[in-house]
């Protein structure tokens, strides 16, 4: 079945500490990887996305992510966390491209950023 | 600012009756999505349009329909409501259909009483 997985609910970081946050999914073949940050009362802004091409995808705000197909993995990172990305964290997948685009949304991951 | 912009923000109601929710693209996005964002039901897609047809469908309960108009704009119908419904409801955007929704709206707050 198609599935997308955060296994991680809540992640705590000090400020200037790295993040990484874990996106892994399951489809027989390589799906559109997304990667969203929704602010609390905020709607989802996208951080950054894969089609194709280089895996080390480069987003805003410093983030990155990494698409590993051995390991069915899009794991989002940040070098230096700042207090302003406490947030959560969606990853998200469309499994079906042409032009049906079922977007479908990990569970989320809160992150919290200590000082 | 994603550009796309939905109203109202916050919509209260009583349970049997039916709303409105507005979303306007961003311009020049022919693709519109709704979601539907609960505490239970996490993101929940709803529905997907492109140039004015209907191309995917999620999890939209019978109760529930929608259209997107020859301005692009879109509406989502929600009628006899229920107390489960109260949830926050994304409209998102993109210019293709197959790219999947690049840019969300701030969202509609329906409360359900």
């Known amino acids: 079945a198609q599935s997308v997985t955060q296994p991680d609910i809540h992640i705590t970081v000090s400020e200037g500490a790295s993040l990484e946050l874990r996106c892994n999914y399951s489809?027989?073949?390589?799906?559109?990887l997304f990667w969203y940050v929704q602010s609390p009362g905020q709607g989802l802004q996208l951080l950054l996305k894969?089609?194709?091409?280089?895996?080390l995808v480069q987003g805003i705000k410093g983030f990155e992510a990494e698409f590993k197909r051995s390991q069915s993995s899009f794991n989002l990172r940040k070098p230096s966390v700042h207090w302003s990305d406490a947030a959560e964290y969606f990853c998200a997948v469309v499994f079906n491209t042409g032009t049906a685009s079922k977007l479908t949304f990990g569970t989320g991951t809160r992150l919290q950023v200590t000082l | 600012d994603s550009g796309v912009t939905q109203t109202p923000k916050h919509l209260i109601t009583a349970t049997g009756q039916r709303v409105t929710l507005r979303c306007s693209p961003r311009s020049g996005d022919l693709s519109v999505y709704w979601y539907q964002q609960s505490l239970d039901q996490g993101l929940q897609f709803l529905i997907q349009?492109?140039?004015?047809?209907?191309?995917a469908k999620g999890n939209i309960l019978e109760r529930f329909s929608a259209q997107q108009f020859p301005d692009l704009h879109s509406e989502l119908n929600l009628s006899s409501l229920e107390l489960g419904d109260s949830a926050l409801y994304f409209c998102a955007s993109s210019g293709a259909p197959g790219q999947g929704p690049l840019h969300f709206g701030n969202g509609t707050r329906l409360t359900v009483t």
């Open positions: 349009y492109y140039n004015g047809e209907e191309r």
């Open positions: 489809y027989g073949a390589t799906p559109y």
């Open positions: 894969y089609f194709s091409g280089d895996t």
